[in-house]
C-alpha cells in the first residue's frame, strides 16, 4: 500500500527541479562597461574643456599694474583689488562651467550614478589645473625682474597672471557635483513604487 501523493509545498510538481543555493554576488551587482565608458568618456571631455577656461580666464581677468624704479619693482597702485579680481574671475569661470557640464551630462543621460558624478569631479578638477596653467603660461611673463628692466624705469607693465587662492581649483567641480546631484535628485527617474501583497 503506498502513500497518498501530496502536492509539495509552493505549488512545485514532483518533476521540477530542486533548486540551488547560489554563492557569490547577483548579476547586477557592480557597474556595467557601459556605464564605465560613459564615465571615462565624459571625464575626458570634461579636461579638455580646461583649455578653454584658461583662455577666458586669460582674455578676462583684470591685469596686475607694475612699475619699477630702477632698483626694485612695485605695484602702481597699491590699493587696487586687481590680484584679487583674478581669483574672483577664476572662481566665477569655473563655477559657470560646472553648472553648465552638469546640465550637460544630465539632459544626455538622463541618470545619476557615482561614475558620472566622479568624472565630472574628477574631470573638472583637472581641467582647474589645465586652465590655470595655460593661462599663467599664455599671460604676461613670469620674469618680472627682465621685464621691468625691459620697459624702463618709471614705465607702467602688466604683471604675471596668478591665482593666489588655490582653493579656486576646487569651484569647477564643486560646482558640476552639486549641480548634477540636484538636477538628478528633482528630475531624475524614480524607482518604481513597490507592489504591496494584497490583503
Known amino acids: 500500500m503506498t502513500a497518498p501523493l501530496t502536492p509539495p509545498p509552493h505549488g512545485r510538481s514532483p518533476d521540477d527541479p530542486v533548486p540551488q543555493p547560489s554563492f ?3 548579476p547586477s551587482a557592480g557597474l556595467e562597461p557601459g556605464e564605465l565608458r560613459r564615465a571615462v568618456l565624459v571625464g575626458l571631455a570634461v579636461t579638455v574643456t580646461g583649455l578653454l577656461l584658461g583662455l577666458a580666464w586669460l582674455w578676462l581677468a583684470p591685469r596686475v599694474p607694475l612699475v619699477s624704479d630702477g632698483k626694485a619693482v612695485y605695484l602702481e597702485n597699491t590699493e587696487g583689488e586687481h590680484a584679487i579680481g583674478a581669483d574672483g574671475t577664476f572662481v566665477l569661470l569655473g563655477l559657470a562651467l560646472g553648472a553648465v557640464w552638469a546640465l550637460l551630462v544630465f539632459l544626455l543621460f538622463r541618470r545619476g550614478g557615482v561614475p558620472l558624478v566622479a568624472a565630472l569631479a ?23 625682474v627682465a621685464h621691468a628692466r625691459e620697459v624702463g624705469k618709471g614705465v607702467a607693465f ?5 591665482l593666489r587662492a588655490k582653493g579656486a581649483l576646487l569651484a569647477w567641480p564643486t560646482a558640476a557635483m552639486l549641480v548634477h546631484l540636484a538636477l538628478t535628485g528633482l528630475f531624475g527617474p524614480r524607482d518604481p513604487e513597490p507592489v504591496l501583497p494584497p490583503l
Open 24 to 26: 557569490g554576488a547577483p
Open 158 to 162: 602688466d604683471g604675471p597672471l596668478q
Open 122 to 144: 574628477v574631470g573638472g578638477l583637472l581641467g582647474s589645473v589645465i586652465a590655470w596653467r595655460l593661462g599663467v603660461a599664455l599671460g604676461p611673463t613670469t620674469n618680472v
